[in-house]
């Protein structure tokens, strides 16, 4: 090496030229590179597509472990080529002679003076004055004999001495045998021969044509291997130690110029004070830069550099490179100085060294614009091929992140050359990071399709767009992970195990979703290779790439309208196309079937199907449930979308499509019709088979203008039985290309078993579609005269009219009300009969009693299902129908065809605010009665079980606001005179500026109570259960409130035919405990109804004329209403519940609950009608009875066998025990009070002592205990000894001087609801008024009241168990002669 260092040297590669000429650089002409590519391309056909790019995505394995030289294999030729065309330059000592060889044969008579007369030889004096060698040129003597020419074999030894002797060492002789008869028949041997001339020149002229002759036919492999030993020698003994020699020698010589300062001060110095500034070793080369000649210094630099380049010694070529190009840039010979730099940077990348870019980037750089922009004459070849190896040394390092930006320095000018280093550029951003850079070789693939495009190359501008198109919506299948655009998936993916791992995932992700995302770009890669496929008559893909276009909503309006020209043009040209190639396989002229665009855009799952379109509501196949639920879809149609869908033969089906328009631009749809597939049904007859099956409207036209969205509607006509399916919509877009849109519906997903569970699985794609059954009947239901507003309370008066147009009986109907408070229910009637009148709403009467009673059925059922169409006797689906003879709907027996029937509905503003009320009829031809009439314990079974039929229903929905006219509420306190009383305060408030309003009457209902009233507005009674007197006139003006007062007092007593007590066993609230205490504990659910109970109901008219709630059908309304605000009380009290054990757990009416109904008219205005209500106003002592369920039975509770009902269990009764209604006021459930009996006179007894006998009266409050309880009676002396809490310990005043006789202390028992009388004495010393209110009660409940285990938790008893009363008020009595008065 340059250091006198020895080094190892291998693989050297020697070039032979019979020629050696200094020309001028090939211009960089389009036409010739062009042509080059062709040339390259010839033979890699079959290269169609990328390796690493199918059709389901880029492979990311494939793209790491692949060669890059493959992918083009084009560009591999053309570089061989291209360096292999470049001339000999001045500049640099490449491709300049380092030898040169002279050749004699052996059977010349004297090969010495052949040799000198070569010497002598024009081309060798050529070479001693234009190389880079110059004089100091090797020349290298070989004496070649032909061993077939035996005569002079003898001699040629000798003949090899005297060359020898007369030249020197550098001397070799040859030996060679042209004998044909040598070679054999053995073909191989021959193939190997020729092998050997035919790679050499594959390897320099890849792209050249080929020689005009076959080298080696007349030679064996032993010549070959003599050939090769006679090179090896040349280079040994000859060239390499002359270029080491001549290496030592210019090191020598230009020993100050690489020393750094001397040599530079005396190039300054010439350069600043020399006469010239031009040195006299320069010379003008043929492209006309300035050059150095072989013997100016700067030349011999160049010349130790690239000798020593040339054995390797790279580290010593680059210092030496270095001092040159300071020399070359000060002198201004920028070729020189390209030169230099070029090879600055290569000796860097050679040295095998990892070095960053900046070290060697600027080198090339500096170099390529140097010979672009700097020379006297652009060096485009010597520029490209800069690039080429410098692009070379980047992929041998494999710093693939640096190539582009080397390619990318290519000159523009060559469109061809510049698509070339373009598509390399994008194949180095694939291997620049452990994961490919998908947008950036997108990008550059795409400058390279555009480059080849305008170069004529199409079918590589069709590969790179072909490439970006397949990668831009690909997913990357790695060996870490694999991500799947597809949703059908079934592989299931493993976690990721390493944070390395997440990282490539996350990165995966992005690149993915910003592939997706670059729609501009697609837009354009679909379009060129559409007009590419158009260009080649390649129509079928090219419709592809153009369909693929009109899904794109971001292109600008003008591309758009562009894109669908040429698609329809594209249409035109196919057409005419098919026309010319012939006909169809049947005969008929050709046709294109119809595409499937993205335009316009329909949404299966927007479509509707709607059965007699001409009708309100909506029409379809339900479910009806006994107990009163809504009605449901069929469980089939969760996987049959046709379940729920059927009509009747002959019947209109409307089907409805959301058509939306997703460009810019406007379009035209022309003969918009729908594609069907009909099914017959099993049953049909054969008759049928021959007729049509349906009919399809046509839409003649839909105009769509840009982003906008409308709604089409096609009618289909069913002729006969059995099922139609919807498999999409046929249309001309612009009235041109006929197209076909599917109105397919993916499958849900399946999540039943273990393996859906794990697995993506959907189940198999349904169709919009419906069933044709002749046997539906065919009904036309209208709501007439529904109102939008309405006033709270107000009763308002609507139809449902239904008209029979099938051909067969409708012999089943029900109605189904989703607010059953808001609607009153009266008999349908037919239309046929003139019953044009309903039954009024109120039923005013004057003979209406003030206190009433009648017995109820107690069933919280869900009143909200009635039976229109049936069996009269078992008609009614109407809960309050029962074995009393209340009011219930008497339904009609049958609907004949073409008959038509009204069913009467009044319309009530039941709560104030937005309501969407929902109305739902159902039909059937064959009797399907949903109760048959039945009550009680039987019903409810039913109802517990679900029975279900299926009808034919349409549903409306209506909304409705109601604005508020009354404010109603009440108030409750105790009463003064009896404790078993309560005073009920009612507050009316008219909250409305425009509304006079009158009352007509107060009803109140009671299992227990009869409420009279108590105010100044009420009119006087001759008794209680009597007739009112005279009447009053009761208004409430604007804005006025009034307030009215109630003596609720009990009913249920001797007097009115009862016992003295109650019986709790019987009491609703009792049925309750009972109930939701087997619920929770025992394993069997309550099955039994509560008992019917009998209503206390109180009347009070205020003008004499009063409304008959009882025996109308307001007693229905009223008890639905009812009804439907207990149920929603207990949905939020006892949310754990579910509501179908509602009716046999909880009762709808409780004993000592009062339900308030007040009927007010209206003055003047419109006249209306109406009343409100207020539900479950608890009279009695607070009682939270539903918490002393919550105590297990005295047998204990039922066994659990798992832990989860267990917890259940636990769950529902805390649920309970803590609900927000639980009472938080408490009542002493005991009161006492005492009254003076008698009193003796102590003058006319002769004593001195005033006797009073005392009535100590105990009051039982609870329905729930009987109570045994211990009286107390304290006398003011024994204050001091008992004293309690309250009481007045003062011994003076109305407490002195008297006393208890007899027995002061009691035992007793009082039953619930019930009364204890106590009779007892006390003495006076002196008249006057006394108190006696000194005395303590202690009562606890009766064991035998007592139905759970009274050891269990405290935690649920009832806080009225036990208690302990003290006197808190005065008892005053009068003692002495006044004391009667």
Not at 255 to 270: V, W
Not at 601 to 617: F, K, N, Y
């Amino acid at each position: 090496d340059g250091q006198g260092a020895p080094y190892f040297l291998d693989k050297i590669c020697v070039k032979f030229t019979s020629e050696f000429t200094i020309g001028r650089q090939h211009k960089l002409e389009a036409t010739e590179i062009n042509t080059l590519l062709e040339r390259s391309i010839v033979g890699h056909s079959d290269s169609a597509d990328l390796p690493f790019v199918t059709d389901t995505g880029v492979d990311k394995d494939a793209i790491a472990t692949g060669d890059i030289s493959t992918w083009a294999p084009w560009y591999t030729l053309f570089r061989q080529q291209w360096i292999s065309e470049l001339h000999v330059s001045e500049h640099e000592a490449f491709l300049h002679p380092v030898a040169c060889v002279l050749v004699a044969s052996g059977s010349e008579a004297d090969p010495v003076a052949t040799l000198r007369e070569l010497q002598r030889h024009q081309m060798a004096n050529k070479v001693q004055t234009q190389s880079f060698s110059g004089p100091t040129t090797l020349f290298y003597f070989m004496l070649v004999h032909d061993e077939r020419d035996t005569a002079i074999l003898q001699t040629v030894d000798s003949k090899f001495d005297q060359v020898r002797r007369a030249f020197g060492q550098n001397c070799s002789l040859l030996r060679l045998n042209s004998n044909t008869d040598l070679l054999g028949t053995d073909s191989n041997d021959r193939a190997k021969v020729s092998s050997v001339w035919s790679s050499y020149h594959a390897a320099t002229q890849p792209l050249g044509p080929p020689p005009e002759c076959t080298f080696g036919t007349m030679m064996t492999m032993r010549d070959v291997a003599a050939l090769r030993d006679s090179v090896k020698h040349l280079m040994v003994k000859g060239v390499i130690p002359h270029m080491q020699y001549i290496i030592r020698v210019l090191s020598d010589k230009t020993a100050n110029q690489r020393r750094g300062i001397t040599g530079r001060l005396f190039s300054a110095g010439r350069r600043y004070f020399g006469a010239t500034t031009k040195t006299s070793g320069t010379a003008k080369g043929s492209d006309g830069d300035v050059y150095f000649v072989y013997d100016s210094p700067e030349a011999m630099l160049r010349k130790l550099a690239d000798y020593s380049f040339m054995l390797k010694d790279f580290r010593f070529a680059q210092s030496v490179y270095q001092v040159a190009r300071r020399d070359f840039q000060s002198e201004k010979t920028w070729k020189c100085y390209a030169g230099a730099q070029e090879m600055v940077g290569i000796s860097k990348l050679m040295m095998e060294i990892h070095a960053t870019k900046a070290e060697f980037d600027s080198n090339f750089e500096d170099a390529i614009s140097m010979y672009l922009y700097k020379t006297q004459t652009q060096q485009h070849f010597l520029a490209v091929r800069c690039i080429i190896l410098y692009y070379e040394l980047l992929k041998h390092h494999r710093l693939f992140s640096f190539a582009p930006g080397a390619l990318l320095r290519v000159p523009g000018s060559v469109a061809s050359l510049f698509a070339l280093m373009n598509e390399q550029a994008a194949y180095a951003y694939l291997k620049s990071n452990s994961r490919p850079e998908m947008r950036k070789f997108s990008f550059y693939a795409m400058v390279a399709a555009q480059a080849y495009q305008g170069a004529g190359m199409a079918d590589l501008a069709y590969r790179c767009l072909r490439a970006v198109h397949l990668t831009l919506g690909a997913s990357f299948k790695g060996t870490s992970r694999e991500i799947e655009l597809d949703s059908s998936t079934t592989e299931k993916q493993e976690p990721p195990t390493s944070e390395k791992e997440e990282q490539e995932n996350e990165q995966a992700d992005k690149i993915a979703a910003l592939c997706s995302n670059w729609t501009a770009i697609d837009s354009h890669i679909n379009h060129e290779l559409g007009r590419q496929c158009m260009a080649a008559q390649h129509y079928d893909e090219a419709f592809m790439y153009f369909m693929a276009l009109m899904g794109n909503d971001k292109v600008p309006p003008k591309l758009q309208a562009k894109y669908l020209q040429e698609l329809l043009q594209l249409f035109l040209d196919s057409s005419e196309s098919q026309a010319a190639a012939g006909q169809d396989s049947d005969g008929g002229p050709a046709t294109h079937p119809p595409v499937e665009l993205s335009i316009p855009a329909i949404d299966p799952h927007q479509a509707r199907i709607i059965m007699s379109p001409d009708l309100e509501g909506e029409d379809g196949l339900l479910t009806w449930t006994r107990n009163g639920s809504a009605p449901a879809q069929p469980d089939a149609a969760f996987n049959d979308g046709m379940a729920g869908r059927c009509c009747s033969v002959g019947e209109a089906v409307a089907v409805l499509l959301v058509v939306s328009n997703p460009l810019t631009i406007g379009v035209t749809l022309n003969n918009f019709t729908l594609e069907c597939k009909f099914d017959p049904a099993s049953e049909a007859p054969e008759s049928d088979l021959l007729l049509p099956k349906y009919e399809v409207s046509t839409v003649q036209s839909v105009i769509l203008e840009g982003g906008q969205t409308t709604m089409v509607t096609v009618q289909i006509v069913p002729k006969c039985a059995g099922s139609l399916s919807i498999l999409g919509a046929n249309y001309l877009l612009c009235d041109i290309l006929p197209t076909f849109r599917s109105l397919r519906l993916p499958g849900r997903r399946l999540n039943d078993t273990k393996e859906h569970q794990l697995n993506v699985t959907y189940a198999p794609e349904t169709t919009l579609g419906f069933r044709i059954d002749p046997n539906l009947p065919h009904l036309e239901m209208t709501l007439e005269e529904f109102p939008d507003t309405l006033m709270s309370g107000s009763m308002c008066q609507v139809s449902l009219r239904v008209k029979n147009c099938g051909t067969l009986p409708c012999k089943s109907m029900a109605l189904w009300l989703s607010h059953p408070s808001f609607f009153d229910i009266k008999s349908p009637y037919l239309v046929a009969d003139g019953e044009d009148t309903p039954d009024p709403v109120y039923v005013y009467t004057d003979a209406a009693a003030n206190v009433e009673t009648l017995q109820v059925p107690n069933v919280l059922s869900n009143m909200s299902t009635f039976t229109l169409v049936g069996q009269a006797a078992q008609a009614s689906t109407d809960s309050t129908s029962n074995e009393s003879g209340l009011h219930h709907i008497v339904p009609i027996s049958q609907l004949d065809p073409e008959s038509a029937c009204i069913v009467p509905l009044w319309l009530r503003g039941d709560r104030v605010g937005a309501h969407a009320l929902k109305i739902c009829v159902g039909a059937s031809m064959k009797p399907e009665p949903l109760c048959a009439g039945k009550t009680g314990s039987e019903s409810n079974a039913k109802a517990a079980g679900q029975d279900s039929c299926s009808m034919r229903s349409r549903a409306f929905e209506v909304d409705l606001v109601v604005t508020p006219s009354l404010r109603v509420n009440a108030f409750m306190r105790p009463s003064i005179t009896n404790p078993h009383e309560r005073i009920l305060g009612v507050d009316i408030e008219n909250v409305r500026s425009d509304l006079h309003v009158e009352l007509v009457q107060t009803t109140f209902s009671s299992g227990y109570y009869q409420l009279v009233p108590m105010s100044a507005q009420s009119p006087p009674t001759a008794d209680p259960g009597g007739e009112q007197s005279e009447t009053i006139i009761v208004r409430v003006g604007p804005r006025e409130t009034i307030n009215l007062v109630y003596r609720a007092r009990p009913y249920k007593t001797p007097e009115n035919g009862y016992n003295d007590s109650l019986d709790q066993l019987t009491l609703p609230e009792m049925f309750t405990v009972k109930a939701l205490r087997q619920f929770i504990y025992s394993s069997e659910k309550p099955t039994a109804s509560p008992d019917p109970i009998d209503l206390v109901y109180s009347n009070h008219a205020f003008n004499g004329q009063g409304v008959d709630c009882i025996h109308s059908s307001l007693q229905g309304f009223i008890m639905r209403a009812q009804a439907n605000k207990r149920r929603s009380m207990l949905r939020s009290n006892f949310a754990l519940i579910p509501e179908q054990h509602f009716p046999t757990i909880f009762p709808l009416f409780e004993t000592f609950s009062v339900d308030f109904v007040l009927f007010w008219r209206e003055i003047g205005g419109e006249g209306r009608l109406g009343h409100h209500s207020i539900t479950g106003i608890d009279l009695g002592i607070p009682c939270d009875y539903a918490n002393e369920a919550l105590n297990p039975p005295a047998g204990g509770a039922a066994r659990t066998w798992l832990a989860d009902t267990a917890k259940e269990r636990e769950t529902l009764i805390s649920s309970i025990a803590n609900r927000p209604s639980s009472l938080n006021r408490f009542e002493r459930p005991i009161d006492v009070s005492m009254s003076a009996s008698s009193t003796n006179d102590a003058a006319t007894a002769g004593s001195p002592l005033y006797n009073v006998d005392v009535m100590v009266t105990v009051y039982n409050h609870s329905w729930r205990y009987a109570y045994d309880f211990t009286l107390d009676l304290f006398s003011p002396t024994q204050l001091d000894l008992s004293a309690f809490e309250g009481a007045h310990l003062e011994m003076t005043g109305s407490r002195a001087s008297w006393s208890w006789i007899g027995n002061t202390t009691h035992t007793l028992t009082v039953a619930p609801h019930g009364v204890a009388k106590i009779s007892a004495k006390l003495s006076s010393l002196s008249p006057g008024v006394i108190d006696i209110g000194l005395w303590h009660l202690s009562a606890k409940a009766s064991p035998s009241s007592i139905h759970h285990d009274p050891s269990g938790s405290a935690q649920f008893r009832s806080k009225s168990y036990e208690c302990d009363l003290y006197s808190h008020q005065p008892c005053f009595v009068t003692v002495g002669a006044d004391a009667a008065a």
